[in-house]
């Protein structure tokens, strides 16, 4: 094992992404928000849309608490899973640092237990594994695993982790996953882990591909206009809570006109909404905005479609 690990120290000396801000830094709020962050979302998006211009709004943890909730979802526009948002702002509220022990860590609203471990392994240099995607899919070649569970990769990924230099092994084994041991084409001939992998042969088959159907669902979302404004509301539901967006609706009233539609996909579903504005002669709602206003809104990637094409229709 110790020749394995010093197989992946050289490889990632001189292959890995050593220069990424997050792997440069030892402050751990910095560490803390590009794992948020980079939860369900590419680093290169993080990287050059996202990280420096969060930081620079909110340079410390305690700057992050002080905040309203409306001016953490601004920032995070566009960067989905606003839940990540609301809970890294949560979290900025009920402490001043961020504790060091996984446990501890675990019970911050948003941490899971891979996000507590890197947490932990990188901003506290604790001797702990880290198991993102990438992780996971290279311990089942590894182990010519097809359908493992959580425990049985932990107890891998524990096993195999470098004790002596957890924060360049866990940095490794994300970039090897990411630039090497890929979900196609992966390039075993020149992988560090090739000595030990018991799937090299075969590598497309763990893990086990899972087949998932993306269902549609359907809205009729309804944009009430006065004084060449336009209606939002605050979000209370469990989806996109705390973002502004328009009024969805069962049935359009006779007197709305249809402007088109919109389409948006996340993760688990298609979203198909099809758009009505419904002019008013008195204010029926409690907040109305105009365009320019509501580029200073925190809204959804889908409310930003309806926005532009009531735009488009209104040329």
């Known amino acids: 094992m110790q020749k394995i690990h010093q197989k992946i120290q050289d490889w990632y000396q001189n292959h890995g992404r050593l220069d990424l801000p997050w792997r440069i830094t030892t402050n751990p709020y910095h560490i803390y928000l590009s794992e948020v962050m980079l939860q369900q979302t590419q680093v290169k998006t993080v990287l050059e849309r996202y990280y420096f211009l969060f930081l620079e709004k909110f340079p410390t943890l305690q700057a992050l608490g002080g905040a309203p909730l409306d001016d953490v979802l601004k920032m995070w526009e566009g960067l989905g899973y606003y839940n990540r948002a609301k809970n890294l702002h949560k979290s900025a509220t009920l402490i001043d640092k961020l504790p060091q022990s996984i ?123 006065y004084d ?39 993760t688990h579903f298609k979203l198909l909404c099809n758009v009505y504005v419904y002019y008013e002669t008195a204010p029926e709602k409690a907040d109305y905005f105009s365009i320019e206003e509501i580029q200073e809104l925190a809204i959804s990637k889908v409310d930003e479609k309806i926005v532009n094409l009531f735009k488009d229709q209104s040329r």
Not at 104 to 119: D, Q, R
Not at 201 to 210: F, G, H, I, S
Not at 249 to 263: Q, R, Y
């Open 228 to 266: 060449d404004k336009l209606s939002l509301s605050q979000r209370e539901g469990k989806f996109l809570h705390g973002l502004w967006g328009f009024e969805s609706i069962e049935t359009a009233p006779c007197a709305a006109e249809s402007i088109g539609e919109v389409t948006h996909t996340y």
């Open 103 to 225: 446990e501890e860590l675990i019970k911050l609203p948003g941490i899971g237990k891979n996000t507590a471990h890197a947490v932990a392994a990188f901003a506290f240099k604790q001797s702990v594994p880290v198991m993102e995607a990438n992780v996971k899919r290279i311990l089942c070649r590894l182990h010519k695993l097809k359908t493992p569970n959580e425990k049985q990769l932990w107890e891998i990924a524990y096993h195999l982790v470098d004790k002596e230099n957890p924060f360049d092994y866990n940095q490794a084994m994300m970039d090897i996953g990411a630039t090497i041991c890929s979900p196609k084409n992966p390039k075993c001939n020149i992988c560090p882990l090739a000595d030990i992998c018991k799937g090299k042969d075969e590598p497309a088959l763990y893990p086990a591909k899972k087949k998932r159907v993306v269902p549609t669902r359907k809205q009729n979302i309804l944009i009430h206009i």
